[in-house]
C-alpha cells in the first residue's frame, strides 16, 4: 500500500543514513521537546492553579481565572513570530544551532518567573512582568517544534520517517507529564500555604537543570543531510516565508492551518482547561486531578509510537484524518463522565480522549507537516503551519471554554458542541490534502 511517508520527504536526504547518527537525533529531538514543553506547560498548570490569585488577586474567581487563561494565551499569539523569525534562521543557518538558541531563550523565561515577585510585593509590576516572560516563553517556542521534527525526521530512512516524526511528539506528553507531576509532588510534600508561598516556584528553577542537560544533548547531535545538501548546493530561499505563502505552498499551507484546529483545540481541553473544569468547576481535589493528568499523559507518551509506526504503514494522512474522528465522537461522552463529579468518571475519561485518542493522530502530524514543503523552505513551512494555527486553535481555547460554559450556566454542552466543530474542520481540511501535495518525488 502506499502512503505519504513511503515516499522520501526530499530526494536529497540519506535513504539509509548511519544508525548512530539516527539515533542521536531522535534522542536529542526528544529530550530537547521534553524540556521545551515543561517549561512552556508548567505555565498552563500554574495558570489554573496559582497565577490567578498570585497576580490577579483583585479579581473575583472567574474573572482572575479568565485573566490567567489571557496571559496563557498570549503565548501562542506570540508564536508564530516566533515561528516567522526561527524558521527564517533554520532555512538560512541550520536546524541544529536554531534549536539550541529557542532551549537557552525558554528556560532562561521559565526560570526568571520562579523568582518573580507576586502581585502582593510589587503590585501591578507582577503581572505585566509576567507576561513579558511569558511573551519570550511562546517566541521561543515558535522555533522549537519544525525544528525538533526536522531534526529526527530529515535524519531517519524514508520507511522510518512516522516513527522518526512521532518522538519528538512524545516531548509533548513528556513535558506535560513532567510539569503536572512535578507540581502534584510539591503540594504533597508541602503544606498549602508552603505551596502558595514558594513551593510552586521551585517547578519553575527545576528549568535550569533541565536546559543544561538538553544542551548538552542536542549538541552531539550532527546538522541534518536534507540542510546539508540544500547548503552545499546553495538552494537556501531569501525570504522563505514568501515562499510559503505564494502558489504552489499557498495551498498546504492554508490546508494545514485548517487541519489543526482540532488537534490544537483538542490538547489545550484536555491538558488545560479540563484542570481546571475539575478543580473549579467540579470541585475535585487538585491532587488527584493533576495526578489523573499526568497518568494520561504518560499513557499518551507510551503509545505515540505506535501512531508513528501506523503512519509508516498507512500513511500519516489517513491516521492523522481517523484520529480526530474519533475524538469528535468522544467529546460529549468524555464531559459526561467528568460531569458525575467521580473522580474515576474523570479518570477514565482522560485516559480515553487524552491518553489514547490524542496519541492516535498526534504521532502522525509532525510527519504529516513535514511533507507539506521542500526542505528550502521546511523549517518556515512547518513553523507556520503548527505557530500560526495556535493562537486561534490552541492558546484560545481555555478562554472560549470558560466563557462557554459561563454562558451556558456552567453547563459543557455548548462548549462540547464547538470542539466537534472544530474536529470536522480539521478532517475535512486533512482529507483535502493529497499525497502528490505533500511530497517531493
Not at 167 to 177: C, E, R, S
Not at 372 to 385: E, F, W
Not at 389 to 395: D, I, K, N
Amino acid at each position: 500500500m502506499s502512503s505519504v511517508t513511503d515516499v522520501p520527504i526530499t530526494p536529497e536526504a540519506d535513504p539509509t543514513g548511519d544508525a548512530k547518527r539516527v539515533r542521536t537525533a531522535l534522542v536529542a529531538s526528544l529530550v530537547g521537546t521534553t524540556i521545551e514543553w515543561y517549561d512552556f506547560f508548567l505555565y498552563a498548570t500554574a495558570a489554573s492553579l496559582v497565577f490567578n490569585h498570585a497576580f490577579f488577586p483583585d479579581q473575583s474567581s472567574l474573572v482572575g481565572t479568565m485573566l490567567s487563561f489571557a496571559t496563557f494565551a498570549v503565548g501562542f499569539v506570540v508564536r508564530p513570530i516566533g515561528g516567522f523569525v526561527f524558521g527564517h534562521v533554520g532555512d538560512r543557518i541550520g536546524r541544529k544551532k536554531t534549536l539550541a538558541l529557542t532551549m537557552v531563550l525558554m528556560g532562561g523565561a521559565t526560570a526568571l518567573m520562579g523568582v518573580l515577585p507576586t502581585a502582593a510585593q510589587i503590585g501591578v509590576l507582577a503581572p505585566i512582568l509576567l507576561l513579558l516572560l511569558r511573551i519570550v516563553q511562546g517566541f521561543a517556542l515558535g522555533g522549537e517544534w519544525a525544528g525538533a521534527i526536522l531534526l529526527a525526521v530529515e535524519h531517519s530512512p524514508p520507511r522510518r520517517r512516522g516513527f522518526a516524526g512521532s518522538i519528538p511528539q512524545v516531548g509533548l506528553a513528556l513535558g506535560l507529564a513532567l510539569g503536572t507531576g512535578v507540581f502534584a509532588l510539591l503540594q504533597i510534600a508541602l503544606p498549602d500555604d508552603a505551596f502558595e508561598s514558594y513551593g510552586w516556584r521551585i517547578a519553575f528553577l527545576i528549568s535550569i537543570v533541565l536546559v543544561v542537560f538538553g544542551l548538552v544533548v542536542r549538541w552531539k547531535a550532527t546538522e541534518t543531510p536534507a540542510f546539508e545538501k540544500v547548503r552545499d548546493d546553495d538552494d537556501r530561499a531569501a525570504v522563505p516565508l514568501r515562499e510559503v505563502f505564494r502558489p504552489p505552498a499557498l495551498r498546504n499551507t492554508v490546508l494545514g492551518l485548517l487541519s489543526r484546529w482540532g488537534e490544537g483545540a483538542a490538547f489545550n481541553t484536555w491538558g488545560v482547561f479540563a484542570i481546571s473544569y475539575a478543580t473549579g468547576t467540579l470541585h475535585l481535589e487538585r491532587v488527584p486531578v493533576l495526578i489523573a493528568v499526568t497518568v494520561a499523559a504518560l499513557l499518551m507518551a507510551v503509545l505515540l509510537p505506535v501512531s508513528g509506526l501506523l503512519a509508516d504503514r498507512f500513511g500519516a494522512r489517513t491516521v492523522y484524518a481517523s484520529g480526530i474522528a474519533a475524538y469528535a465522537v468522544a467529546v460529549f461522552p468524555v464531559f459526561a463522565l467528568f460531569n458525575t463529579g467521580s473522580l474515576t468518571a474523570y479518570t477514565l475519561g482522560m485516559l480515553v480522549v487524552f491518553g489514547v485518542i490524542h496519541a492516535w493522530f498526534y504521532g502522525a502530524q509532525g510527519t504529516l507537516y513535514a511533507s507539506l514543503y521542500p526542505a528550502r523552505v521546511r523549517y518556515t513551512g512547518l513553523s507556520t503551519v503548527y505557530q500560526l494555527s495556535g493562537v486561534y486553535a490552541s492558546g484560545v481555547t481555555p478562554l472560549i471554554l470558560t466563557a462557554l460554559i459561563a454562558a451556558a450556566n456552567q453547563s459543557p454542552w455548548l462548549a462540547c458542541s464547538y470542539l466537534v466543530a472544530t474536529a470536522v474542520v480539521s478532517v475535512v481540511a486533512t482529507l483535502l490534502l493529497r499525497p502528490k501535495a505533500l511530497t517531493e518525488i
